[in-house]
């Protein structure tokens, strides 16, 4: 079994991280899924939620993803997302008031989108 693995992390506009990881963790429609070297074939429909990625230096790279596919094969991971953004990347103030307002707007979609964005910075 390989020690590492290669992973794309990619979305609509473009290459948001690509390199190499021991574990990637992510969300999708059938629960959290935690991806190894070695781990099963896979392809699978990714649900908004954070993207945890354990690099092989040993740093953490946390990105909020907004829907898409995964999908693992020969140890390279590739997560094809509509929206992804790394949680360094995140103005912390926008996202909270993105989050305030969807919530008095009753904008469930949209609420989700900003509770992510915060939860992946809390992460990262």
Not at 27 to 56: F, K, N
């Amino acid at each position: 079994m390989a020690a590492e693995l290669h992973v794309e992390l990619v979305a609509a506009d473009r290459n948001v991280w690509s390199g190499e990881a021991t574990l990637v963790v992510a969300r999708t429609a059938s629960g959290d899924i935690g991806v190894m070297p070695g781990h099963q074939p896979l392809l699978g429909v990714l649900e908004s939620g954070p993207v945890t990625i354990r690099t092989t230096e040993g740093s953490t790279v946390v990105a909020a993803v907004h829907g898409g596919f995964i999908s693992f094969a020969d140890n390279k991971l590739s997560l094809l997302a509509e929206i992804a953004e790394l949680a360094d990347e995140i103005d912390v103030k926008r996202a909270e008031r993105a989050l305030e307002r969807a919530k008095s707007d009753t904008d469930a979609a949209a609420e989700r989108r900003a509770d992510v964005r915060l939860r992946a910075v809390a992460a990262g």
